[in-house]
């Protein structure tokens, strides 16, 4: 079953929780001036398939999914967002997709953490 929220990664080592990381779908945020399709083009700037170089962003490729994420906004690849509007670029957030991650690993409830490393020994993932 889907539940709707955030996409988190808790990653566990040696039985401890050593990192928390939201993942967020690719998107852009408008500047008024600029096309759906400036922006991505304007972000992918800083992306490249080489994921150190790039801080783990890699490009977003503008194909079939793109395009139906944005026809369920209402939305082109020429729609012109207003300042500060979010656009969505895929659903998931897979990094492979152009989603990106932030570490929230300190923000994070100790019940969670707790939760997280006794799943990881209960599995044998905690060697």
Do not use: F, W
């Not at 996409?7 to 500047?31: F, N």
């Not at 096309?35 to 700037?45: A, D, E, F, G, P």
């Not at 906004?73 to 729609?79: A, E, H, K, M, R």
């Amino acid at each position: 079953r889907h539940i709707e929220g955030d996409d988190y990664r808790i990653m566990v080592i040696g039985g401890k929780v050593s990192a928390v990381i939201r993942r967020d779908p690719a998107s852009i945020t408008g500047d008024g001036i600029q096309t759906i399709s400036q922006l991505i083009k304007q972000l992918n700037k800083n992306r490249t398939t080489n994921l150190v170089k790039s801080a783990y962003k890699r490009p977003i490729m503008i194909d079939d999914v793109l395009i139906a994420q944005l026809e369920q906004q209402d939305v082109s690849l020429n729609y012109v967002p207003a300042t500060g509007v979010k656009i969505s670029l895929r659903s998931n957030a897979n990094i492979s997709t152009g989603g990106s991650g932030t570490d929230v690993s300190t923000g994070v409830h100790p019940d969670l953490i707790k939760a997280a490393e006794a799943i990881a020994t209960t599995m044998g993932l905690h060697t």
